[in-house]
């Protein structure tokens, strides 16, 4: 089952419960046809992970494998929750094919676990069928930002409000067809960051910024982001998305200790985007995930200018995407 990253507008930053990903608050976002990750499972003895980068096998060991034991775990406590405790085999052969290089902010790990859940999807549907809302809940049991790539287009996740394991999910806000958007990802550096986010979202409530930031987007982000989106109001979109990238970014780098994701190319693309847009009036907008690469949103009207302006970016890898 092929799965892909998403983007999002509205960042999902920091749990009221780390072990079930249970987020904060809201996040919105949109899926990408590209770059894909392919999961295939087989049922087997036990649990065993191959996984595969650009063709380049990556062993899976460590707190790497105990993040794959614990969602698969956490899987079948939700099944059996939903009346189906023995839909999952006793053990599971599960292989990733990624085409997207992992661990520098382009949510690799929302494409494998999206993934995960969807092949568990279609490998258990004889015995329990379930529908979007349930698969992006398994999704989200591996990583939160996953729930989001369960579904095509512009897709809410809903933090919800109790500590039940089934208590956030994610739901399609709009379809890709009804806006095309592009992402022009601009990678300046492939190296691996040294802190993932799961570490990072137990370390944002140490930061003096956070509260006030959950409470912007309670009261007021996610609701202008998605005007923004069903409206088709760039300007809206642009400038409720930077701030609220530059807001994350803002609290990773109080947290105690301070996350730096962003580097000095990151800042420099950043303020070229800023420059280019103003003397071009190009509807572009830039975000940030945990990691230095710059997503470059824009539409069907600024692609050709913004795609010239990203692959100009010396030493930088340039992947483009669309909505999908
Ligand atoms: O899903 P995780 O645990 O990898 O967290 C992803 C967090 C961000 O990518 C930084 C933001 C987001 O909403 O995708």
Same mark, same amino acid.
Not at 1 to 6: A, E, R
């Given at each position: ?6 983007i999002?507008f509205?960042k ?37 992970? %191959? ?19 614990? %969602? ?32 520098i902010g ?63 999910? /994610? ?12 992402d022009i990802i601009v990678v300046p550096s ?13 370390? /944002?409530?140490?930061?003096? %910024? ?24 760039f300007e809206?979109l642009q400038r409720v998305s930077e701030e609220d990238a530059l807001d994350m970014h803002h609290?990773m780098e ?6 730096k994701y962003l580097s000095q190319e990151t800042h420099r693309i950043v303020g070229e985007v800023k420059a280019l847009r103003e003397k071009e009036h190009l509807p572009v907008l830039f975000t940030m995930d945990a990691g230095p690469t710059v997503h470059l949103i824009c539409?069907?009207?600024a692609v050709?200018e913004v795609r010239s302006f990203a692959k100009a970016q010396k030493g930088c890898t340039v ?6």
């Open positions: 089952m092929l799965s892909s990253p998403n999002a509205i999902y930053w920091g749990n009221r419960n780390n072990e079930l990903r249970l987020p904060m608050a809201d996040s919105l976002s949109m899926t990408l046809d590209h770059p894909n990750a392919e999961i295939t499972i087989q049922e087997a003895d036990t649990l065993e992970i %191959h996984s595969y980068t650009m063709g380049k096998e990556r062993k899976i060991e460590g707190e790497h494998l105990e993040r794959f034991r614990t %969602h698969i775990e956490l899987t079948r406590r939700y099944l059996a929750g939903i009346g189906a405790p023995k839909a999952l085999p006793s053990g599971l052969h599960i292989t990733i094919a990624s085409n997207i290089p992992p661990s382009l949510a690799s790990s929302a494409a494998v676990f999206s993934g995960i859940a969807k092949t568990i999807r279609q490998m258990i549907d004889k015995r329990v069928e379930l529908d979007d809302a349930q698969t992006s809940i398994i999704a989200r049991l591996g990583s939160g930002s996953a729930a989001r790539s369960v579904i095509g287009g512009y897709v809410a996740l809903a933090a919800g409000e109790d500590n039940a394991i089934n208590a956030s999910r /994610a739901w399609q806000i709009a379809p890709a067809n009804h806006w095309q958007l592009y492939q190296t691996e960051k040294s802190v993932g986010s799961t570490e990072g979202h137990a370390l /944002a409530h140490t930061s003096p %910024h956070f509260a006030a930031r959950i409470e912007a987007i309670r009261t007021r982000r996610q609701r202008e982001c998605v005007d923004a989106i069903l409206e088709k109001d809206k609290v109080t947290s105690n200790p301070p996350l539409t069907d009207e050709q992947f483009e995407a669309k909505v999908g």
